[in-house]
């Protein structure tokens, strides 16, 4: 059974930094796709930032420059290091993955590609 849990959430100042871990048990991560979703109230889940399987990452226009993903997989690890915080960066973020198949580089980021999701960590910026 494949289990995702996320750590590191936290309550930062607008310009601080974090970083998000995701530890995935059940499968072995080296050859699977890898992402970090995030939802805020009232919103609809998006994509942040997707690493596929040589490791070339995505992100949304909106985290380019501020966020970097990796994944480390040895230990079976995925990361998300956050700076330059901004309050629109608020959200529940969620790690998801999926593996047996392949997924076009301009889909890494759609919700509907992942099967296996974590139960997510708070992040919370203020102002």
């Known amino acids: 059974q494949v289990q995702l849990v996320e750590s590191g959430g936290d309550s930062v100042q607008a310009g601080g930094s974090l970083r998000l871990s995701c530890a995935a048990s059940?499968?072995?991560?080296?050859?699977?796709?890898m992402a970090w979703f995030r939802q805020a109230p009232g919103k609809a889940r998006e994509g942040v930032a997707a690493?596929?399987?040589?490791?070339?990452?995505r992100y949304a226009p909106s985290v380019r420059g501020r966020f970097t993903i990796s994944k480390d997989n040895a230990k079976n690890t995925l990361y998300l290091e956050m700076n330059n915080l901004k309050p629109e960066d608020t959200a529940m973020y969620y790690c998801?993955?999926?593996?047996?198949?392949?997924?076009?580089?301009?889909?890494?980021?759609?919700?509907?590609?992942?099967?296996?999701w974590g139960q997510g960590t708070q992040v919370t910026v203020s102002s």
């Open positions: 998801a993955a999926d593996s047996g198949r392949p997924i076009d580089w301009f889909l890494l980021l759609a919700t509907f590609k992942y099967r296996y």
């Open positions: 059940g499968y072995t991560s080296s050859n699977d796709y």
């Open positions: 690493i596929d399987r040589t490791g070339s990452p």
